[in-house]
């Protein structure tokens, strides 16, 4: 499994053109899924949700992480995992406030970083992630900084991440293809409502140089929903059940996006255009009241929070992941009592390939050439670096895109 660096100049030969079609005209792009042009909007909806593209093998390929142990094998919260254009894995640890480097087989080459508010250290590690040659570039969301590390973990720059101006409602999503940071900026909704009343924030979605300018604004879209209940007096602040933020991912081609409302992708270009849109000709379970339960557990809360304007269906998709060869994974929501996790696997220009089930206690951060990498987390809340293999054959199973 072979991650881009940080650059990620490999991607840029993906094919990402559809034949050009009119206003109002119809294009089938391949099987089960229909092409139409709306304003220079390309809106790709794929049939066949049940298709299968790959599956999970049984057993990992490799695993890194012990109980008790070297402290470079035990880990508190990983935050992200990423593999170098040389099999080297880079894992951002904040709850350790360090980043580590692992070799192809999992033995421990280096660790940098630590907790603090100098050069070089950390008091909120979003993530870390491959730069050119050996170099690592790590993001503190509270510090707002971009620091860069050397291939022996001395620091090469910090830099400050400009236009933000209170860090609590900065969220940084990871690399944005072509030497940029993916960010995003939230901005509150009004508070000011009535009992049973909602309103949602806003979420500007950001492209940073690595010198932490700002170069695209890509997109704003709606982030967590939040509602006001005002039983006999009191006054409640709390999300409206199945709403949630906006998610994104970056890539070499741009930006893909959710509003996890629905299975829906919006995909924009390097520039910050909206280019196409990729959707599933379904909509997402409506909820019971079993849902509602899990959702919100306290009996006193559920019941208040029956006064919202609650969505009709669950909510759709809630993460994005893009793998190295261009494909965007998105997960569908899961309650937090399910086992499986399952990802639908959509083509660079908006084709639908099919779904890959995951276990749920794997958080998964990249997809390489027919491998997964993330992080397994056990019922005892132990993490372990994990990398597992995707299977194809000729049983059914579709075939990776060359």
Known sequence: MKSMPFSCAALA???????????????????????????????ITSTGGGAIYARVADEPALTIGVVDGPDALMFQRIVSVARDGEERLVVADAGWGEIRVFDAGGEHVLTTGREGEGPGEFQNLSGAWPGSGRNIFAVDGWQLRITEFGPVGGIESVTRIEGVEVPIFFKSWGPGGQGSILSSVTTLGARDLSHGEASRSSMEFRLHGLDGSVMETVARLPGAAQGVLRPDGDVLHMPVPFTLESSATGHAAGVAATT?????????????KLSRIAR???????????????????????????????????????????????????????????????????????????????????????????????????????????VLDLRWDGGGYWQPVE
């Open 280 to 386: 599933l000709a379904e909509t997402p379970p409506v909820w019971t009241q079993e849902d509602l339960e899990a959702w919100v557990p306290n009996e006193r809360l559920r019941a208040l929070a029956q006064d919202f304007p609650i969505p009709a269906t669950l909510p759709g998709y809630d993460r994005l992941v893009a793998a190295d060869t261009g494909e965007i994974w998105a997960r569908r929501y899961m309650l937090p009592r399910g086992t499986t996790a399952r990802w639908d696997v959509y083509r660079p220009d908006g084709r639908y390939l099919g779904r890959v089930d995951v276990p749920a206690a794997f958080r998964l951060h990249g997809v390489g050439e027919g491998q997964l990498l993330g992080v397994h987390e056990d019922e005892l809340g132990v993490q372990r670096v994990q």
């Open 13 to 43: 030969c993906v094919a990402l053109g559809l034949p050009a079609v009119g206003v109002g005209q119809e294009e089938v792009a391949g099987p089960g899924a229909v092409v139409t042009d709306s304003a220079g909007v390309r809106i």
């Open 260 to 272: 996890g409302e629905t299975y829906e992708l919006r995909l924009f270009d390097t520039g910050g």
